[in-house]
């Protein structure tokens, strides 16, 4: 049976790059956010719910206009724990779903970057690994591959949870306030520990 570790870690943390990077070791890994992309896209299963809760005003020529929505959630706590219903139960039961098919594995990767915020995730993995990388460093990777202002990305950090609350279900923390290459070799170190893990594991 194949042992799954939740990834997380806060906006510009490097999740992404670090799934990549076991991914590239043959490590099978689904991504969270990807599931919720594809079920708010084009024909998207979500699309009904989300025009019933918000209304047209959040669509643009029949597809979801993804700035107006964020803009509605940022700003209005209601609105975000009603986006978080329709959501969430749905990339939960696909991201289940999706689990079955890689049954001979001795492990894969799950991308949460909300595990922190979210428990009901965390009740089908069996540990979880934090990427971290100090505020600043996040701040600067965020509005480089988004394009948007500081004060919009600070707003993004500051509504996630903090370090403290991710380090509470840690198993193993990763700093990445480095370079890619010294990522790839920290996954590089990781990938025989979850083998070895999971392959034999404790009573």
Same mark, same amino acid.
């Given at each position: 049976m194949t042992a799954w570790?939740?990834?997380t870690g806060g906006i510009g943390s490097g999740k992404s790059q670090a799934a990549a990077e076991f991914a590239s070791l043959g490590v099978p890994v689904l991504d969270t956010d990807q599931i919720g992309r594809e079920l708010t896209g084009e024909?998207?299963?979500a699309?009904? =719910?989300? @025009? /019933?809760? #918000?209304?047209?005003?959040?669509f643009s020529d029949g597809l979801l206009n993804r700035?107006? =929505? @964020? /803009?509605?959630?940022?700003?209005d706590e209601k609105a975000k724990k009603r986006l978080e219903n329709i959501l969430l139960p749905m990339i939960l039961d696909e991201t289940i779903r999706r689990q079955s098919r890689y049954g001979g594995h001795i492990y894969g990767i799950i991308e949460i970057p909300l595990l922190a915020e979210q428990p009901d995730f965390q009740r089908n993995i069996n540990g979880v690994l934090l990427v971290e990388a100090d505020e600043q460093t996040r701040i600067v990777r965020v509005m480089r591959r988004s394009g948007l202002p500081e004060e919009q990305v600070r707003? #993004?950090?500051?509504? /996630?949870?903090?370090d403290r609350q991710r380090r509470r279900l840690a198993?193993?923390?990763?700093?990445?306030?480095?370079?890619?290459?010294e990522l790839r070799q920290k996954i590089g170190r990781l990938n025989p520990?979850?083998?070895?893990r999971f392959q034999h594991p404790t009573p």
């Open positions: 570790i939740g990834l024909q998207g299963k699309l009904p =719910l989300l @025009r /019933q809760a #918000f209304g047209a005003e959040i700035a107006a =929505l @964020r /803009q509605k959630v940022l700003t707003q #993004f950090v500051a509504a /996630q949870a903090d198993g193993e923390i990763l700093l990445n306030n480095g370079s890619t290459q520990y979850y083998q070895a």
